[in-house]
């Protein structure tokens, strides 16, 4: 495996972690030092997702496009990817009523640790349109929801 598909794996992972509400193992992905763009630690940004999940039941995250636009040998990270977040009914019947979530888009960095496992070190993300996402992100929810 490369050092981009490991970045990817751990994007992956994190969003597995939230979905199934597992904050603990979500907090695992995220470095002791992680700041998210709106000013929040990492314990500040893991009481900002279990806010979201308590207030939501049946969470579904599909991440989307992933791009890593950058690793150094010093053990930085770039990656900017998408996610589709959906909540309420089954799978099922959000694919009958043809609606497939709130789209957003990540920027983040990630260092890697003494052990080789990549963590968030910093994340931005905001709310976008259907319009805005990645062609590669557009194609996947095309799989996930071919009538959109």
Request: glycine share 10%.
């Amino acid at each position: 495996r490369s050092e981009e598909d490991r970045v990817r794996e751990t994007v992956s992972k994190a969003a597995d972690r939230a979905e199934k509400r597992d904050l603990e193992g979500l907090g695992r992905y995220l470095d002791a030092g992680f700041e998210s763009g709106d000013g929040r630690d990492r314990a500040g940004t893991l009481a900002l997702v279990a806010g979201y999940l308590e207030r939501r039941r049946g969470v579904v995250v599909h991440v989307l496009g992933c791009r890593v636009t950058g690793i150094d040998p010093a053990g930085r990270a770039s990656v900017e990817f998408e996610v589709a977040l959906s909540h309420g009914a089954a799978e099922v019947l959000r694919k009958l009523i043809r609606w497939s979530g709130t789209y957003y888009r990540f920027a983040a960095g990630l260092v890697r640790d003494a052990a080789g496992e990549w963590r968030f070190a910093a994340a931005h993300w905001e709310e976008i349109l259907l319009t805005d996402l990645f062609p590669e992100s557009l194609a996947v929810l095309k799989e996930l929801f071919p009538d959109i």
